[in-house]
């Protein structure tokens, strides 16, 4: 059973930095999206950054340059490094992976920033990020 826990949120102020980690276990997936999202009340679950088994790397144009997705070298944990931060990255982040049955590299390098990819199962708890003005 996979089970995915996210911890590193917290509250800091706008231009400050978190780092969220991600530890997964309960899989071994050899073709693979795993990726960071973040929710507000009232809105859609977003894609923030993602990996593939194949490393290759997508981020949301509203992150590019400010945030950094990582891996461990065991590839069951996952990072997000988030420098200048905004309010408006103000948001519940979730860890997800999701197993492909096809090579990733045939894949577009969109299909693992969208939630929509992922079923319930893939899915951590969740760490909140709050950014204050």
């Known amino acids: 059973q996979v089970h995915l826990a996210e911890s590193g949120g917290g509250s800091v102020q706008s231009g400050g930095s978190l780092r969220l980690s991600c530890l997964g276990s309960?899989?071994?997936?050899?073709?693979?999206?795993m990726g960071w999202f973040r929710q507000v009340p009232g809105k859609q679950r977003e894609g923030v950054a993602s990996?593939?088994?194949?490393?290759?790397?997508t981020y949301a144009d509203s992150v590019k340059g400010r945030f950094t997705i990582s891996q461990g070298n065991a590839k069951n944990t996952l990072y997000l490094q988030m420098n200048s931060l905004k309010p408006e990255d103000t948001a519940m982040y979730y860890c997800?992976?999701?197993?492909?049955?096809?090579?990733?590299?045939?894949?577009?390098?969109?299909?693992?920033?969208?939630?929509?990819?992922?079923?319930?199962?893939?899915w951590g708890k969740g760490t909140l990020v709050t950014v204050s003005s």
């Open positions: 309960g899989y071994t997936y050899s073709s693979y999206c």
């Open positions: 997800a992976v999701h197993p492909l049955w096809v090579e990733s590299a045939t894949l577009s390098a969109l299909h693992c920033l969208r939630a929509g990819n992922y079923d319930e199962d893939d």
């Open positions: 990996i593939d088994s194949d490393g290759r790397i």
